[in-house]
């Protein structure tokens, strides 16, 4: 698992510009997979381990950030396995005011995973940067994922196009 260096062509542009971030390199990149969700990102398969992935969010929100993250919240503790919240504070997201939060979870096949999410409100479009991956990978993957959401910038005016 290597970090992409900064100019790498593996800076990836979402949501008519108004999100970009670092992958890693060798990491599987799906576009659009479905409404909302701009981009996954999926690590190269190991023998059976726990994929971890990126997964980039981009939607209509029409709350405040803080209502928005209660609600998401509340949303992760019903529809995931054994959800744990771990930690949750405000910090910037691509410049932007934000939220960072982690917990862990049971997969369907009662693997635990970890998951860090990174979620900021521009001109009332969400974006969400979510990180998940083996609770046991979460320390040797902290680097990376630390680099990757450091990558994430975003561009309030592209942003505020989008939700015009």
Known sequence: MSLPAPGDPRREVVADGAVSLLVPDAWETVHHPHDGVELVVVEPEQDGLFRANLVLTVTDVAMSLR????GTESYLAAHLADY???DAELLA????PGLR???TYATEDNRSVTVEQRS????????????TTSTLAWAAQSQLLAHVFASLVLD???AGRRSA
């Open 67 to 70: 209502d928005w993250q209660v």
């Open 84 to 86: 744990v919240p771990l």
């Open 101 to 103: 939060r982690l917990a």
């Open 120 to 131: 900021t409100l521009v001109d009332k479009t969400g974006v969400t940067l979510t990180a």
């Open 156 to 158: 309030p005016d592209a």
């Open 93 to 96: 997201v691509g410049g932007q």
